[in-house]
């Protein structure tokens, strides 16, 4: 069922950034993104802004009452969702990874959100820690720093058995699912689409 869902789950979650933030491209800048650069980008930006994390992309909440959210599917253009997502975060690097199960894959880590391409199309996502920038929901309500216990009390909770990066979970049911992992006794990671997870 996971390869059917394009999770190829290939690492350590946690760690899957430092695998596939590596680029041949000697343009690309080494040093992560500061707070400053990101404010300078998004000098209007709200703060904490609504991000609810869909198995087949996501939505972004509008930035002012009244007006409308933002709905990134998986498929969508990477320039059309790689703007969307600059002007909640400010700009990204980018890295690629050609040893990825699911085929050679982009990153664009924005903060502790990361969007996954392919063919220059949206095809996942993952986020692995608090943002200053957006507060990020899952299906169910599920959030970073969820407790396990109530993690599992949701009721499409399944663990993923025998799973080398951790105590891996799967929410959504038979047909569309996100993934975790719990570190800690609470929700540490969240992955949704084509993934490059080394298992």
């Given at each position: 069922?996971?390869?059917?869902?394009?999770l190829?789950?290939?690492?350590?979650?946690?760690?899957?950034?430092?695998?596939?933030?590596?680029?041949?491209?000697?343009?690309?800048?080494?040093?992560?993104v500061?707070?400053?650069?990101?404010d300078?980008?998004?000098?209007?930006?709200?703060?904490?802004?609504?991000?609810?994390?869909?198995?087949?992309?996501?939505?972004?909440?509008?930035?002012?009452?009244?007006?409308?959210?933002?709905?990134?599917?998986?498929?969508?253009?990477?320039?059309?969702?790689?703007?969307?997502?600059?002007?909640?975060?400010?700009?990204?690097?980018?890295?690629?990874?050609?040893?990825?199960?699911?085929?050679?894959?982009?990153?664009?880590?924005?903060?502790?959100?990361?969007?996954?391409?392919?063919?220059?199309?949206?095809?996942?996502?993952?986020?692995?820690?608090?943002?200053?920038?957006?507060?990020?929901?899952?299906?169910?309500?599920?959030?970073?720093?969820?407790?396990?216990?109530?993690?599992?009390?949701?009721s499409?909770?399944?663990?993923?058995?025998?799973?080398?990066?951790?105590?891996?979970?799967?929410?959504?049911?038979?047909?569309?699912?996100?993934?975790?992992?719990?570190?800690?006794?609470?929700?540490?990671?969240?992955?949704?689409?084509?993934?490059?997870?080394?298992?």
């Amino acid at each position: 069922m996971i390869a059917r869902f394009g999770l190829a789950l290939a690492g350590v979650a946690a760690l899957a950034l430092a695998g596939c933030q590596q680029s041949d491209d000697p343009s690309q800048p080494s040093e992560p993104v500061t707070q400053e650069q990101i404010d300078a980008q998004t000098p209007n930006a709200p703060r904490n802004r609504p991000i609810e994390l869909l198995p087949d992309g996501l939505v972004i909440a509008a930035p002012e009452a009244g007006g409308e959210a933002t709905v990134l599917n998986f498929g969508d253009p990477q320039d059309a969702v790689v703007e969307q997502l600059t002007m909640v975060f400010g700009g990204p690097q980018f890295g690629t990874n050609e040893e990825c199960g699911a085929g050679p894959m982009e990153f664009a880590p924005f903060d502790q959100f990361v969007a996954h391409f392919q063919d220059d199309s949206f095809v996942g996502w993952m986020v692995n820690g608090p943002s200053e920038r957006a507060t990020f929901t899952g299906p169910q309500g599920v959030a970073l720093g969820m407790a396990a216990a109530d993690l599992k009390k949701l009721s499409t909770y399944d663990a993923f058995e025998d799973s080398t990066l951790g105590e891996e979970f799967l929410l959504g049911g038979e047909e569309m699912l996100v993934s975790g992992l719990v570190e800690d006794s609470q929700v540490a990671v969240l992955w949704g689409g084509a993934a490059c997870n080394f298992r």
